[in-house]
């Protein structure tokens, strides 16, 4: 045991804490297209897992045809897009329901992502190419910089989507989409701009994770639904407790990014901690049933049927 | 104004549910009628006014709103046209949007949604102003989320909805049926007075035949799908409880002991 804390250095952890953070932001964009389908459209959408990648191997693939990497971010976005629209279309146009839509789409993306990139890995060599957003130490704060001013501007266009006459009818569909219907909302066409949005912000965050790592990978995606819910779901939990009643769409938007820098710092904590990083996936998956549970189960404990029967029974006890 | 011809409308067809709701349905509607619809379990009130704001497609028929044609336009597409309350208060406004969310997009309905702001602020005036005639207090509560309000206050908040840009037809589905007495009578109330002031053309199912005869200016009975009773003007006005039972067993040929039967 003594050995064990002996050898945890305090030192390696704050220099693992800034690359923790640049991926916090990155995948905060990520996060925000969740948001989008999660909350805003109350559509659970699993292509995000495949399109993420779709994004970092479009983004790897024209740098290394000599595009300039902001343009690839661009091309990436609008490879997402596609794919939320294919998406949306199994779902409005041929009814196979939400989930399974997103795991048509998931699936057949592995197939294309390895199309795209001819393999299962490809990596760009970073000292030939001037990267913006890069995990060279040196330059981790400037990338931490571009990557939040990325954050913050999706941020506010985000913001200004959902406030403007199309975003309100975006809620309103995910809110109640018979009352939607009713106010001559065209419901399946909102589900898949809201799923093409999302789709190009994930594919986005795909392709800037992509350039900071210096490769893409086909298996990139994996999980990575879980990773933008535990986001999302961790953003919601500290603008609660942080901002309370005071919470407007901004404060909601950017604690979602803030929840995947305090995702990542976990992270890089945990495996500084040596925690093996094969479990990771199983740790994600187990804070966000946790997270998600939480609401349920206060819920339950103020109100359930064995807290009555406990109840009932001591008044008895005491009568 | 509104024309039904030869509406038919079978659910679960070739299974052993099959329920045949309307079948070869007629129906006219002169510009300003205000129809309360009566009639059991059944008997198609709901699945007439489902067909007509297009919630499917009917299996054969043709409707006309204000003159064109809308037989085969999807809900949306009519929505400009027909303004709807539900039975539910659940089901008209979007809960976890605020009062003057929920207004505005009622006011857009049926043009094009752009990239404008969501709510101008000559709107909020405006709203202010019409939100004050429902007397619920609700104007100084327009940020409120909808999803906070009671039952009583969505009905009316979705009747103001529903008729903020005059529709050429106002649906109102049992609006009342899940309100207490009071809230009931205060919905119903503030229903006709905007019907009388803008002149909507209206279609209202009630449970409750003293409101059927009480409201509107004609009245049709319902039953196994097709209209059984229609009465406008003065004989409707000199209609009882009793003159539409006996109607009832006259045509249905079931003999009903009480309204309960009939309208429960």
Redesign the interface.
Known sequence: MASYFASLRVGALLNACPGGIAQGLIWGVMALGVYLTFRMLDFADLSVDGSFATGGAVSIMLILAGWNPWATLLASFAAGVLAGIVTGLLHTKLGIPAILAGILTQISLYSINLNIMGKANQAINVNSVTLDITSNMRVIGRTIAICAVICAVIVAVVYWYLGTEHGSALRATGNNPNMSRAQGINTNAMKVIGLAISNGLVAMSGGMLSQFQGFADVNMGRGAIVVGLAAVIIGEVLCEAIIGKRQNFVWRLSFVVLGGIVYYLVYVFVLWLKFPANDMKLLTAVVVAIFLAVPYLRAQSKNSFLRLKKMNREAEKNA | MLELKNISKTFNKGTINQKTALNHLNLHLNPGDFVTVIGGNGAGKSTMLNAI?GVWPVDEGKITLAGSDITAL????R??LIG?V?QDP????????QII?NL???A????K??????VTKAEKEEYHEKLKILGLGLEDRMTTKVGLLSGGQRQALTLL?ATLRSPKLLLLDEHTAALDPATAKKVLDLSDEIVSRDQLTTLMITHNMGDAIAHGNRLIMMNNGQIIFDVCGEEKKKLTKKDLMDKFAEISGVQVENDAMLLS
């Open positions: 704001a999807q809900e949306h597409e929505a400009l709807r539900f659940m089901m008209g406004t979007a809960p976890d949007m969310e505005a997009m009622a857009r309905r049926g043009q949604r752009g990239l404008r702001w969501g909805m």
